[in-house]
Every structure is written in C-alpha cells, then in structure tokens.
C-alpha cells in the first residue's frame, strides 16, 4: 500500500468515487426535447444537483488537505498536463450542472424530490428556452468523454507504466 502522503485522503477518494457514480447515474437518466416538460426527469436533476455540491465540498477538502504531489517517476510535463486535464474536469463538473439548473428553470419544471425543492434561477418561459438546453447537453457529453479518456489514461498508468497511479485515489 502506498504511504499516506502519497495518497488522496480518504474524503477526497469518497467525494471522487461518489461523484463518478453520480454522474454516470444523472447522464443515463438523463432526458431532453419536450418530454422534459411533460415528465420531468427528477432523478436526473437530484443526481446532477448533488455532483454540483460536491464538487465544491471536494474543493474546500482539497484546500484543506492538499493533494499529494505528483510520483517522482512522473516527468513535470505529464504532472502539469494532468493537471490541466483535472482542473478542465472540476470546471465541467461545475459548468454542467449549472447549466442544467439555468435550463430546468427556464422550462419551469417542478423540481421536488422527497420534498426537497431545487429553487429556479431563471424566470420561466412557455415556449423554446434558447440554446441553454443544447449548451447543456453538449457539457453533459463532454464530462462523460473527457472522464472516459482520465479513467483510461488512470488505467493506462497504472497497468502498463506500473507506477501505481491508481492506487492514489483507491479506497482500499
Ligand atoms: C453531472 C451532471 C449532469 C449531466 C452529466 C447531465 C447530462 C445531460 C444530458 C446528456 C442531457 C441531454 C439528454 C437528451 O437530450 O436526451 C441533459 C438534459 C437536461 N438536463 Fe442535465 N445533466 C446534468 C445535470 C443537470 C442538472 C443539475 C439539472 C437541473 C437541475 C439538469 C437539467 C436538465 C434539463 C432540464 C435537460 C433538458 C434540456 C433540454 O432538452 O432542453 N441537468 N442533461
Ligand atoms: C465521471 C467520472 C470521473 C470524474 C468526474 C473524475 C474526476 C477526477 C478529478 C477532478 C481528479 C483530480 C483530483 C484532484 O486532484 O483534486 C481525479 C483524479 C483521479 N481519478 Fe478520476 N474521475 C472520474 C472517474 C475515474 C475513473 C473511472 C478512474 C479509474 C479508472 C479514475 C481515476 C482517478 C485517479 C487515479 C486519480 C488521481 C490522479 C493523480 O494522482 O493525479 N477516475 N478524477
């Protein structure tokens, strides 16, 4: 097992994994086009809503724990690459909720789930509600594929560069 310091602590790797399964739960139930209004995908906003949170408990946790840096084995210019491609997928973590939010709001659907209401931020129309919907649904896309190239590229270091990549964001 790798040493504390050169892991995420232990919330980080909760928030990371938790986050990862919201996000694959809130794009598979995801709905669009006039069906929204008729029957509003309330599972979709939960989900999408609770990712939006988290994200930033993730960045207060980060601020206060740190992350470890990068393995020696690892040349500046790969570390500093990872870590565009990271700060693109917190930007996307937080740009595609936020835009199905402005979205829902427009639609002015009712967004109660187990009681809970997800208050608009935007005045709601009667008809088209202008690109948000598209602009959303290109984020929604863009977080699945950009996570799919990290988790490739988390699988890829871990199992043919061998240099335990994986194991600092594992929760065992
Ligand atoms: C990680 C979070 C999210 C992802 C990956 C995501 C993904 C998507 C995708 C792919 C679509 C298009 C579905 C289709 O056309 O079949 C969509 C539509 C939609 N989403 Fe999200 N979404 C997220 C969060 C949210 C949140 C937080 C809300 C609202 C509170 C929301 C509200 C909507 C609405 C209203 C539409 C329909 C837009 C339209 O067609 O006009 N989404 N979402
Ligand atoms: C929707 C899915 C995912 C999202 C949004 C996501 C997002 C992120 C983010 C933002 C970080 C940077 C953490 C930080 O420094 O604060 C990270 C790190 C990491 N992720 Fe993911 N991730 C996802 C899925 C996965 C999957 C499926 C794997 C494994 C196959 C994975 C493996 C890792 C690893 C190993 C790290 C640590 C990298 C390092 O030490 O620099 N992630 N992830």
Same mark, same amino acid.
Request: net charge positive; no cysteine; glycine share 10%.
């Given at each position: 097992?790798?040493?504390?310091?050169?892991?995420?602590?232990?919330?980080l790797i909760a928030i990371h994994w938790l986050t990862a399964l919201l996000v694959? &739960? $809130?794009?598979?139930? !995801?709905?669009?086009?006039?069906?929204?209004?008729?029957?509003? #995908?309330l599972l979709h906003f *939960?989900?999408?809503?609770?990712?939006?949170?988290?994200?930033f408990a993730?960045? &207060? $946790?980060?601020?206060? !724990?740190?992350a470890p840096p990068p393995p020696a084995s690892i040349? #500046?210019?790969?570390?500093? *690459?990872?870590?565009l491609g990271h700060a693109r997928l917190y930007a996307l973590l937080i740009a595609g909720p936020l835009t199905g939010w402005y979205a829902a709001s427009r639609l002015g659907v009712p967004s109660d789930l187990y009681g809970l209401r997800i208050p608009a931020i935007a005045a709601?129309?009667?008809?088209?509600?202008?690109?948000?919907?598209e602009i959303h649904q290109i984020g929604g896309?863009?977080?699945?594929?950009?996570?799919?190239?990290?988790?490739?590229?988390?699988?890829?270091?871990?199992?043919?560069?061998r240099d335990r990549t994986l194991e600092r964001m594992s929760p065992f």
């Open positions: 097992m790798l040493a504390k310091s050169e892991r995420y602590s232990n919330v694959v &739960i $809130a794009y598979l139930v !995801s709905e669009g086009g006039r069906r929204v209004r008729l029957d509003p #995908p *939960a989900t999408g809503m609770a990712v939006l949170v988290l994200v993730r960045m &207060i $946790a980060r601020a206060a !724990s740190g040349a #500046p210019r790969l570390a500093r *690459a990872a870590q709601p129309v009667k008809g088209g509600i202008g690109p948000i919907g896309n863009a977080i699945l594929i950009l996570a799919g190239v990290h988790a490739a590229i988390a699988l890829w270091h871990q199992f043919l560069r």
